[in-house]
């Protein structure tokens, strides 16, 4: 099976702008998370998407979006970008959500925000 | 505030020494906790543990999970080069908690020939 897949690799925005990225999950996998990972903070949680409903939310503002559609494959989108928005965002997919079983992460876009 | 705290942030050993990764847990309603491994983009999962006192074990690479203690540590032992990474800690919660999985900061493994 193809593992999962987010494109694009990276992404340099100037603040203000907004992006989106994308997030093909493992074929029959039906969770999609999506992490923010920095240097200062590590991995945190920004939501998960299960049968095109987002099923839990983490603790960002509301500049941060999702969706999934009906073949799984999701999409975040981030408005109004900061700087602080800098990160490398990982999309994870898994059968049924990181409850019972692992996540698999993609490689990740690497977002430079100027 | 639910937390995982890895220990120690950073090591660097030599090849062929043993290394123990620490991982502590404050959480509501834990479920299991899991041990992913990331080198340069993915992390890449390792071992999900959800009793205590059982052992997960692959090749070099061993776990455990201490309920009571609320903390697991994960052994790696006769370390390679490959070995270097940045161990990564999560724990899961049950319960309809809205935060997913709960990472810790992890910690920076380097390993020199």
């Known amino acids: 099976k193809a593992g999962v897949t987010q494109t694009p690799r990276y992404l340099i925005k100037t603040r203000g702008q907004q992006v989106t990225l994308s997030c093909s999950p493992i074929s029959g996998h039906r969770s999609v998370s999506w992490y923010q990972q920095t240097p200062g903070q590590g991995l945190q949680f920004l939501f998960e998407?299960?049968?095109?409903?987002?099923?839990n939310k983490g603790n960002f503002p509301g500049r941060f979006s999702g969706r999934q559609f009906s073949n799984s494959r999701s999409e975040m989108n981030v408005s109004t970008l900061e700087l602080g928005d800098s990160a490398l965002y990982l999309c994870?997919?898994?059968?049924?959500?990181?409850?019972?079983?692992?996540?698999?992460f993609g490689n990740g876009t690497r977002l430079t925000v100027t | 505030e639910d937390k995982v705290v890895q220990s120690p942030l950073s090591l660097v050993v030599h090849e062929g020494d043993t290394v123990t990764l620490n991982c502590s847990y404050e959480?509501?309603?834990?479920?299991?906790l899991l041990w992913y491994k990331q080198e340069k983009k993915a992390p890449t999962f390792l071992f999900m543990l959800?009793?205590?006192?059982i052992e997960k074990k692959s090749g070099r690479l061993s776990s455990i999970l201490d309920k009571k203690e609320l903390f697991s540590i994960l052994n790696i032992t006769a370390t390679q080069t490959g070995d270097s990474a940045i161990y990564l800690c999560?724990?899961?919660?049950?319960?309809?908690?809205?935060?997913?999985?709960?990472f810790g900061k992890g910690t920076h493994l380097i390993i020199q020939p």
């Open positions: 994870a997919s898994s059968e049924q959500g990181g409850v019972n079983s692992p996540l698999h």
């Open positions: 998407y299960f049968s095109e409903t987002q099923r």
């Open positions: 959480v509501t309603n834990f479920r299991s």
């Open positions: 999560a724990v899961v919660q049950t319960g309809g908690g809205a935060d997913g999985l709960t």
């Open positions: 959800t009793s205590s006192g």
